[in-house]
């Protein structure tokens, strides 16, 4: 598995390497390269948070900047959302007079000042924003693109309804000083000067009594402006209402910017924003994918880039919530092919809400920075860091492939007839039939059968529908593959301890809230990827069928 694991890695860095190109535009809903004829880049980012007290990027007293960097890379991510809290940018007493040094002794952390003094001495003695710029040069020399995120204005953990800086007319969230801001950043961080910043954020979930949807479109109207008269090659990032999760205000009224091919939409999504207990799992998926369709998935419809620039679970694989919430998440992450950033890179932090070391049990990395806290969860995550289609990745003609959300694996051929789970990158390509036929879209004589429950599911030969099995997708989640046996036993697709595609009795059907079908949820998810291994497994003339009949029947 490990070797499989950093086998996938490696076909990632080769793709990042090929397809890096700046600056970024948008071509309907994908985020291209303007420097490769408009070919899709995929955005799939990591969170390195630099909001908190100290305003200085987490981690840097644990391992060199260059270290941090590599491991980005190592892990398949092609891209930073680098957050920074406001006063970076307006407070010059803080940002360009007080040294990470002061910053970190400010707050007592003098194991974190002797952690700089042997991992990134050069950058202990720096001022603030020019420490954030050092930052944003070395994931630049690791070709490694980065958004700037305006996460928060006063430094500090994010978010709460009445932190003071959750909308325009807060405390600490004032929108002159605000635009201002952005501005500066938008400046400092030019193309000519830093070309791998591709996007900004303009403001990290909104929230909180004051928001309101005309102010929202006034304000935020005034910032996009703002960035793109600076820098017009990096993409506007807008998020909604209600902590990023609320963009429906959209479809009654577009968002009008002066400039074209910018704009981006973000949201975030998090498994304990809701119950995924008390409830059919199925139901519940299937809910909160609708909702989030309504809420601002419409917006891929509609021809804007969808980013959703948050998302993570526990990294310690014990949140039951969290890994039944990853599984949904990873199927409509496929489906729709967006673009997305993991919260977060960060194994620990300097201080946070005054604990000082603070362990960020959602962080890819363990409490020293050292390790990946889980490599299964980030094996799982690694099948939607390239993309399966979108313009100039026309590589073959769009198909289905047979994607299992909770492993991150697709449905391969094992031998000539049977199946199991393994890379997306070798993944057979289905076509399901208006007779309800699962047939290879390659090999077209070739359909997927259903023989007996607890055995394996099989491929035969397809000479007319009755010799092949009806398949529905059923359940709330539209996940299970439901079929008939010979005998007339209902099944459904299923995986077995060897990663085998078997037939078992459909789980959940009746709603039951104790029982977990993500076992055998599996979604028909469009791709125009080549098959890594592309010859078929045998290349058969239709004109064979009659002589193959009696000797290939199964």
């Known amino acids: 598995m490990e070797r499989f694991f950093f086998i996938s890695l490696f076909l990632l860095l080769l793709f990042v390497t090929t397809t890096f190109a700046l600056p970024l535009s948008t071509d309907s809903r994908w985020i291209v390269d303007d420097g490769n004829k408009g070919r899709r880049v995929k955005l799939t980012c990591v969170n390195w948070p630099s909001h908190l007290e100290t305003a200085v990027a987490e981690g840097l007293s644990k391992q060199p900047m260059d270290s941090i960097a590599e491991k980005i890379v190592s892990m398949g991510f092609n891209c930073v959302r680098l957050t920074w809290p406001l006063y970076l940018a307006t407070d010059e007493s803080f940002s360009d007079i007080m040294t990470v040094r002061q910053s970190l002794l400010k707050f007592g952390l003098f194991e974190a000042v002797s952690g700089f003094q042997v991992h990134n001495p050069t950058v202990l003695d720096l001022p603030l924003i020019k420490a954030f710029q050092e930052v944003v040069a070395c994931l630049g020399k690791h070709r490694v693109m980065v958004i700037l995120d305006n996460h928060i204005s006063q430094p500090g953990w994010c978010c709460s309804d009445n932190d003071g800086n959750g909308f325009f007319g807060d405390k600490h969230l004032n929108p002159q000083v605000w635009i201002k801001g952005l501005k500066k950043m938008a400046s400092m961080f030019a193309s000519n000067v830093s070309s791998n910043v591709v996007g900004m954020s303009l403001r990290n979930e909104l929230r909180g009594p004051k928001q309101n949807i005309k102010d929202w479109y006034m304000y935020m109207k005034k910032g996009a402006e703002a960035v793109h008269s600076i820098n017009p090659d990096v993409l506007v990032i807008v998020s909604g209402l209600n902590y990023a999760t609320d963009l429906s205000f959209l479809r009654d009224k577009p968002f009008e910017v002066s400039f074209r091919r910018k704009l981006v939409f973000e949201i975030h999504w998090y498994g304990f924003w809701n119950s995924w207990e008390g409830d059919s799992l199925n139901k519940i998926c299937g809910r909160e994918t609708e909702n989030l369709m309504k809420m601002s998935g419409f917006l891929l419809e509609k021809g804007f880039p969808l980013f959703v620039s948050e998302f993570g679970i526990d990294q310690r694989g014990s949140n039951a919530n969290d890994n039944k919430f990853l599984s949904c998440f990873m199927a409509l992450a496929a489906d729709l092919d967006v673009d997305w950033a993991l919260w977060t890179l960060a194994g620990s932090y300097y201080i946070r809400d005054k604990t000082i070391g603070s362990d960020e049990t959602y962080g890819v990395l363990d409490w020293d920075w050292s390790s990946i806290r889980n490599s299964t969860i980030l094996q799982m995550i ?50 399901l039939s208006s007779h309800q036929v699962l047939s290879l879209t390659e090999e077209r004589i070739l359909c997927l059968k259903a023989y007996e429950k607890g055995k394996a599911v099989k491929l035969r030969l397809f000479f007319s529908d009755f010799h092949c099995s009806k ?17 007339g036993t209902i099944v459904c697709l299923d995986v077995d301890s060897y990663s085998k595609i078997v037939m078992r009795s459909c789980k959940c059907l009746q709603g039951n809230s104790s029982c977990d079908p993500r076992s055998q949820w599996f979604k028909l998810v469009t791709s125009s990827r080549r098959r890594s291994k592309s010859k078929p497994f045998i290349q058969i003339s239709p004109y064979s069928k009659t002589f193959l009949q009696k000797a290939l029947s199964v």
């Open 382 to 431: 690694s099948a939607i860091q390239t993309p399966f289609t979108g313009p100039g990745l026309m590589e073959t003609q769009p198909k289905k492939i047979m994607f299992h959300p909770s492993s991150g694996l697709c449905i391969v051929r094992k031998s000539l007839f049977q199946l199991k789970l393994g890379s997306c990158n070798r993944s057979e390509s289905w076509k």
């Open 471 to 487: 398949w529905k997708l059923l359940s709330d989640s539209k996940m299970q593959l439901l079929s008939v046996t010979k005998n």
